[in-house]
């Protein structure tokens, strides 16, 4: 999407450090904009318009408007591709390289692009599908449809020139898939979700909030960012914050930043049981995370556990909790955990609200120069996974 609205920055950050490589990039998305009703291209007479955003060249390709997840939302999944063949005959320009981030059930079309060109297609793997499905959404995998995808996926593994995973477990998917027969293993890499420092920092110094609870010098304020739904379970950060209030650990407050459908329902559950020590701020700008995260003195990694995460995980506000340079605490292992790895915080895979409360609680009894340990391990890691380190590392996969 746009930079006004994208939140999942990674096509927009590695577009403007490629270009400052000295590659020109161009950007197809569809012309709706992702849990907004916003559409860019209202006249139904054109099938995409050309725009430019902080010097980032978008080709918007018309498709329907939806809500949620259902009938709608599939039809603009596949609008898009089937109307991405279209438009890519009316660009004069012939590219080098395709770089399609679709899932692998919609990457045969512009893979065929790429055919027409003679042009290197690079497959991004962000998510596992139809692996995905089976996970959240219980179908089995000898379902006739789940078969089907799993060949399209395949089939579009062995055929991709080049396959960048940002999960870091992408050839142990391949392995248990049984595939490493078919599939080149040498053409794949693994190149993780990171964070823009540069933007951070900007963000940091630039769009500050006035909020009384971050700037109490008195409170150890544990912070949790991102939507409150059912699927988030952020009640178990509420009861966690339950059981420190009954610990006796009155200086430790809980803000929650975001809004879903279970804020109203947790709010009235913290007046019910009297858990005071929770603060649900509401949606803010993306913008302004950096400097509430800045604010705070530890992070709340919460995640809905399956049997994905042992493939890794690339979670964008992990890596802004890196980037505010304090310890974080997760309920969930995945497998190549970076926090366990780089020793940014403490796991607990599956924890409860309990051992949910003891690892916050090790955190404000911690000697400082311990805290201080993990503090400079986080920013370490922020380092390391900037997105203009990253975009080197693409670049090279590239030129291979």
């Known amino acids: 999407m746009p930079p006004e609205y994208e939140v999942r920055v990674r096509n927009n950050m590695m577009s403007k450090y490629l270009k400052n490589l000295g590659h020109k990039v161009k950007i197809f998305s569809a012309s709706t904009i992702h849990n907004r009703d916003l559409n860019l291209i209202s ?22 408007n939806y809500s949620g997840n259902g009938l709608r939302r599939v039809v603009n999944m596949l609008q898009f591709p089937f109307r991405f063949y279209r438009v890519a ?65 395949k089939w579009i593994y062995k055929r991709s020139d080049k396959l960048v995973f940002t999960m870091e477990g ?18 794949v890499s693994h190149i993780n979700n990171g964070v823009d420092l540069e933007s951070f920092i900007f963000n940091k110094e630039n769009y500050k909030i006035i909020d009384f609870d971050l700037e109490d010098i008195n409170t150890f304020k544990v912070v949790y960012a991102g939507s ?19 610990k006796g650990y009155h200086n430790i407050k809980f803000l929650i930043y975001g809004d879903g459908t279970d804020r109203k329902y947790l709010e009235e559950y913290c007046v019910e049981n009297k858990i005071d020590n929770v ?43 890196f980037a505010s340079g304090r310890p974080i605490v997760s309920d969930c292992e995945f497998g190549y955990d970076l926090i366990k ?22 955190f404000y009894e911690m000697p400082e120069d311990e805290y201080n340990s993990y503090c400079q391990n986080s920013t370490y890691v922020a380092n390391k996974y900037d997105y203009k380190i990253l975009t080197s590392k693409f670049e090279e996969i590239l030129k291979r």
Request: proline content about 3%.
């Open 279 to 321: 603060a649900f701020k509401g949606f803010v700008n993306k913008k302004n995370i950096p400097f509430i995260l800045d604010k705070c003195n530890l992070n709340i990694m919460h995640f809905e556990q399956n049997g994905l995460k042992k493939y890794g995980a690339s979670l964008n506000k992990l890596f802004e909790y």
């Open 170 to 187: 992408g050839k142990d998917y391949i392995f248990d898939k049984g595939w490493e027969e078919d599939i080149d293993l040498d053409k």
């Open 228 to 246: 409150i739904r059912l699927v988030n379970n952020v009640k178990t950060i509420v009861d966690a914050a339950q059981v420190i209030k009954e």
């Open 89 to 153: 005959k009316r660009i004069n320009e012939k590219p080098d390289v395709i770089i399609c981030d679709l899932g692998a059930m919609l990457a045969p079309l512009p893979f065929l692009i790429s055919k027409r060109y003679k042009a290197k297609f690079i497959l991004e793997v962000r998510d596992l599908w139809p692996e995905s499905i089976i996970e959240y959404k219980g179908m089995s995998r000898k379902n006739p449809i789940v078969w089907l995808m799993y060949q399209i996926e």
């Open 43 to 64: 006249d139904k007479s054109k099938l995409f318009i050309e725009r430019s955003y902080d010097e980032l060249n978008f080709v918007h390709i018309r498709t329907c």
């Open 341 to 362: 790895k780089y020793k940014c915080g403490i796991v607990r895979d599956n924890a409860n609200s309990e051992q949910m409360a003891e690892a916050i609680a090790k």
